[in-house]
């Protein structure tokens, strides 16, 4: 039973620049959920995706987007990187309608902004 | 709003028990969930409880939940070294169905010295 996967593992990237981080839920879920965990601190959330639309948005700007393709799996965008922008990525999956909702981690994408 | 906290270091032998707080200021029915983070790696779900709920226990894991002082605590029995990450408390109220995001408090370093 494959868990939550996320592409890629490290990236660095330059003020200014955009990028895209990807990911695949754990089989059976049809939720995506983003978060962004800055050194030091517990994660932020950004937004949720559920049938290929955003249902909830954390307190981020607009250069954060995403998108959620038919298979389930999803795409975090930032445009306009930032030096804040730098922290580790979290994708987590769910399967609403479970009760609890449970969100299940990915390992994360560290993204380096210089 | 919600708002979680927790001490942010915790040390103790191994072999002994470990416990780890957070309080939480949601006033709504909540679900509320510990994660644990080692090392550059994603976060593992390892219990959760509802807010109906005083206490439940999953091997060497033992949640209690005061709900009069909004007050969670998690116990490790019999701690061991691979025990040693940083644990997450996170809550996510249910409100009406509409709320999906976790909030988490800033982490526990957990050290277990042998």
């Known amino acids: 039973d494959a868990g939550v996967t996320q592409s890629p593992t490290h990236l660095i990237k330059t003020r200014g620049q955009q990028v895209t981080l990807r990911c695949s839920p754990k089989s059976g879920h049809d939720t995506v959920s983003w978060y962004q965990q800055a050194l030091g601190q517990g994660p932020q959330f950004i937004f949720q995706?559920?049938?290929?639309?955003?249902?909830q948005r954390g307190n981020f700007p607009d250069r954060f987007s995403g998108h959620q393709f038919p298979n389930y799996s999803s795409e975090l965008n930032v445009n306009a990187l930032l030096l804040g922008d730098s922290a580790l990525y979290l994708c987590?999956?769910?399967?609403?309608?479970?009760?609890?909702?449970?969100?299940?981690f990915g390992p994360g994408t560290r993204l380096t902004v210089l | 709003g919600e708002d979680v906290e927790q001490s942010l270091f915790l040390s103790v032998r191994e072999g002994d028990s470990s416990v780890i707080n957070c309080t939480y200021t949601d006033s709504s029915s909540t679900y509320l969930y510990w994660y644990k983070q080692e090392p550059g790696a994603g976060l593992q779900l390892l219990t959760y409880i509802f807010s109906n709920m005083d206490m439940k226990q999953d091997q060497r894991l033992t949640v209690l939940l005061n709900k009069k002082d909004k007050h969670l605590s998690l116990r490790i029995a019999d701690t061991q070294t691979g025990d040693s990450a940083i644990y997450f408390c996170?809550?996510?109220?249910?409100?009406?169905?509409?709320?999906?995001?976790?909030?988490f408090g800033k982490g526990t370093l957990l050290t277990v010295n042998p």
């Open positions: 987590a999956s769910s399967l609403p309608g479970q009760g609890t909702d449970t969100q299940y």
């Open positions: 996170a809550e996510r109220p249910v409100s009406g169905g509409s709320n999906y995001k976790l909030t």
């Open positions: 995706y559920y049938e290929e639309e955003e249902r």
